[in-house]
């Protein structure tokens, strides 16, 4: 009894020197006021291929198809099509989310913030961006305050649709050349 006793006093000691005596930093520690989550209403069960829900509810998820149309008048003008979507192509129904790109492999439009349906402006939550060609120079244009209104026709699950208004929309080329730009369009994706 005594040597089983010694070495499991022995095997104590050495795993406990060997969790004490490491170099490694310790990992922070977050404070919280809030209580943890208990480990049965946090976890989630998922079939093979499915993608984490952002809450009990609502889907979070890849659109697979979509096109968009871009009108362009001002500084620059011109009209782009894109055919295909980029990455990212999130979407999720409000009270969801939105990070989506649409683009021909040269030029994009993209549409990230909540989703929603109706008019909304952009702003520090919802952004409009459109990057297109002026002959061999790239063109970037971004409205994350007011310049542009987004009008989302159609926000279901897996499938969305809408337009955009954009008045004195500022950008610049590559070289810094500054742009203004008056820009409307169309958009949907699907999957």
Known sequence: ?????????????????????????PAPVSLSSSPAPSPASSLQSL????LPT???????????VGTA???LDGDLSGNVSLLMLGSPSLYSPPPGSIAVVWTDGLQTSGITGESFVGGSVTSDTLSLDLQVRDGAELVALNSSAGECTITMDTAIDRSFAGSFTCRGLTGSTAAGLALSVD???TFSASG
């Open 47 to 50: 079939a093979p291929g499915t």
């Open 1 to 25: 009894m005594r040597i089983k006793a010694y070495l499991g006093t022995a095997l104590a000691l050495v795993l406990l020197t060997a969790a004490c005596g490491s170099d490694e930093t």
């Open 183 to 185: 820009a409307a369009g």
């Open 69 to 71: 149309a871009i009108r």
């Open 54 to 64: 952002s809450s009990p509810g609502e889907a979070t998820g890849t659109v697979r």
